[in-house]
């Protein structure tokens, strides 16, 4: 029962987003409980308690740490879908600020400062977040960051993770300005 659950999961994501879930289905073939819980962690973020640009902008920049390709092409699928603008998601994507508009700069900002562990920079924009949106906002953009980083760490691990590829933004490519991955 389970197994046929996520199997129908696994086969709506591929075909709504035209997404290669390979990876996936090798761990429902050998762990389904560990899919189970795969998917109930990434499913973390409450979507309402944060302007959608916020959360696009921090999981694309979640995403762009560990990824260069399919997990980053359905991430900004998934922000277009939810209504963010795609002249904002190309700005993200290009790291320009100004182009992505005052939301989306701002989670933007604090999500890289988080993955390279500036506090100076990210503690002020950690207040800055809370001032505007609350504090559910602070978690559900910290949760987007963490969550959007999940998929992709998964994929490459597994030996999924083979190829770089275009972003494409309403049927345009974009520039990608990828987030250095942090030194060990």
Same mark, same amino acid.
């Given at each position: 029962?389970?197994?046929?659950?996520?199997?129908?999961?696994?086969?709506?994501?591929?075909?709504?987003?035209?997404?290669d879930?390979?990876?996936?289905?090798?761990?429902?073939?050998?762990?389904?409980?560990?899919?189970?819980?795969?998917v109930?962690?990434?499913g973390?973020?409450?979507?309402?308690?944060?302007?959608?640009? #916020? *959360?696009a902008? $921090?999981?694309?920049?979640?995403? !762009?740490?560990?990824?260069? &390709?399919?997990?980053?092409?359905? @991430?900004?699928?998934?922000?277009?879908?939810s209504?963010?603008?795609?002249?904002?998601?190309?700005?993200?994507?290009?790291?320009?600020?100004?182009?992505?508009g005052?939301?989306?700069?701002?989670?933007?900002?604090?999500?890289?400062?988080?993955?390279?562990?500036?506090?100076?920079?990210?503690?002020?924009?950690?207040d800055?977040?809370?001032?505007?949106?609350?504090?559910?906002?602070?978690?559900a953009?910290?949760? #987007? *960051?963490?969550t $959007?980083?999940l998929?992709?760490? !998964?994929?490459?691990?597994? &030996?999924?993770?083979?190829a770089? @590829?275009?972003?494409?933004?309403?049927?345009?490519p974009?520039?990608?300005?990828?987030?250095?991955?942090?030194?060990?």
């Amino acid at each position: 029962m389970l197994r046929t659950f996520l199997k129908a999961g696994i086969d709506k994501l591929e075909k709504t987003w035209g997404y290669d879930a390979s990876y996936m289905r090798y761990v429902l073939k050998h762990s389904p409980r560990s899919l189970l819980r795969f998917v109930i962690a990434t499913g973390m973020p409450d979507r309402r308690a944060a302007p959608k640009e #916020a *959360l696009a902008a $921090a999981g694309i920049v979640g995403v !762009l740490a560990e990824d260069c &390709g399919p997990c980053v092409q359905i @991430s900004v699928d998934m922000a277009a879908a939810s209504g963010v603008d795609p002249a904002v998601l190309r700005a993200i994507l290009a790291g320009d600020e100004a182009g992505m508009g005052e939301t989306a700069a701002l989670a933007w900002r604090f999500a890289r400062a988080s993955l390279a562990r500036d506090m100076e920079t990210a503690d002020p924009l950690r207040d800055e977040i809370v001032r505007r949106w609350g504090e559910a906002a602070l978690v559900a953009i910290g949760m #987007a *960051l963490t969550t $959007a980083r999940l998929y992709p760490t !998964l994929k490459y691990a597994l &030996g999924y993770g083979k190829a770089c @590829s275009r972003v494409v933004v309403a049927g345009e490519p974009a520039p990608v300005v990828h987030v250095p991955a942090l030194a060990a």
